[in-house]
Nanobody, 116 residues
Framework: QVQLVESGGGFVRPGGSLRLSCAASGFMFSMTDMSWYRQAPGKERESVALISGTGGTTEYADSVSGRFTISRDNAKNTVYLQMNSLKPEDTAVYYC?????????WGQGTQVTVSS
């Protein structure tokens, strides 16, 4: 079955960096777009970044463009989110997501807290 397992969250000061990882299994990873979403307390879940199966196409939310970078290693079935210049408003639970055979699959999420 499809499994997505995020890791790499934590506490960081404003201006700091974190790299999130999402290990995937149970589907044809290299042929599947992957996304990162986040949900802050009291807010709706929002899309952060997307990467195509080959990695040739990426998209970002305006709020993170220029600070975050999504990438993938198809040999390791893993997608990454490099987050630089973090701000307090980036505090959220970050989720890995994919769509496979017309169903959406989500990881369990990893907490990112940005605070001074």
């Amino acid at each position: 079955q499809v499994q997505l397992v995020e890791s790499g969250g934590g506490f960081v000061r404003p201006g700091g960096s974190l790299r999130l990882s999402c290990a995937a299994s149970g589907f044809m990873f290299s042929m599947t777009d992957m996304s990162w979403y986040r949900q802050a307390p009291g807010k709706e879940r929002e899309s952060v970044a997307l990467i195509s199966g080959t990695g040739g196409t990426t998209e970002y939310a305006d709020s993170v463009s220029g600070r975050f970078t999504i990438s993938r290693d198809n040999a390791k079935n893993t997608v990454y989110l490099q987050m630089n210049s973090l701000k307090p408003e980036d505090t959220a639970v970050y989720y890995c997501k994919t769509r496979f055979r017309m169903d959406d699959y989500w990881g369990q999420g990893t907490q990112v807290t940005v605070s001074s």
